[in-house]
T-cell receptor, first 114, second 116 residues
């Protein structure tokens, strides 16, 4: 079983739509969770960290469900510029000095159409 | 403030050769991680360096080795290249903060390696 699993999509949505992505992880001991955005042929860029209580940053809302071991990302009022691949990231083993193995999902592709 | 830099940007090698990729972390960061990203896949963790030592390692063979220098920059070496090693190699830097598991990582633009 993969450490992190995502629906690859693509999700094709019109501008202004609300879209949600889910991601499941296998290690119940994981403590750090992130969403990264990756544009075509570019490096991943941090979109937001995911906190236990859930967090919001403008049009983006991230939620964590530890019991079911999944993370979600909600994008409201989609813009053309939101078109990208969204990567779910979970930390694996953490040693006493806080060194992490980070596991990435394969990414979910979002296409926002005019 | 310079972000993470990597060199070279592109590289073409043949099977059996060896390659060295380089990374300079973001200013103020002391930890470097390396990832391999095949086409259509998410980045796969190779290893992580802190204080010039390998601290964590992913599921990669010994052909993949690394080094970190006193100025925190790092190298990734791959020996006996295989066709399957063709990928985008990403370097990410972060800062170890005691007691904080939210080690946000910042990525460099990557080195695109093609093995023929």
């Amino acid at each position: 079983r993969k450490e992190v699993e995502q629906d690859p999509g693509p999700f094709n949505v019109p501008e202004g739509a609300t879209v949600a992505f889910n991601c499941t992880y296998s290690n119940s001991a994981s403590q750090s969770f992130f969403w990264y955005r990756q544009d075509c042929r570019k490096e991943p860029k941090l979109l937001m960290s995911v906190y236990s209580s859930g967090n919001e940053d403008g049009r983006f809302t991230a939620q964590l469900n530890r019991a079911s071991q999944y993370i979600s990302l909600l994008i409201r009022d989609s813009k053309l510029s939101d078109s990208a691949t969204y990567l779910c990231v979970v930390n694996g083993e953490v040693d006493g000095y806080n060194f992490n193995k980070f596991y990435f999902g394969s990414g979910t592709k979002l296409n926002v159409k005019p | 403030d310079a972000g993470v830099t990597q060199s070279p940007t592109h590289l073409i090698k043949t099977r059996g050769q060896q390659v060295t990729l380089r990374c300079s972390p973001k200013s103020g960061h002391d930890t470097v991680s390396w990832y391999q990203q095949a086409l259509g896949q998410g980045p796969q963790f190779i290893f992580q360096y802190y204080e010039e030592e390998e601290r964590q390692r992913g599921n990669f063979p010994d052909r993949f080795s690394g080094h970190q220098f006193p100025n925190y920059s790092s190298e990734l070496n791959v020996n006996a290249l295989l066709l399957g090693d063709s990928a985008l190699y990403l370097c990410a830097s972060s800062s170890v903060i005691a007691g904080d598991s939210y080690n946000e990582q910042f990525f460099g633009p990557g080195t695109r390696l093609t093995v023929l």
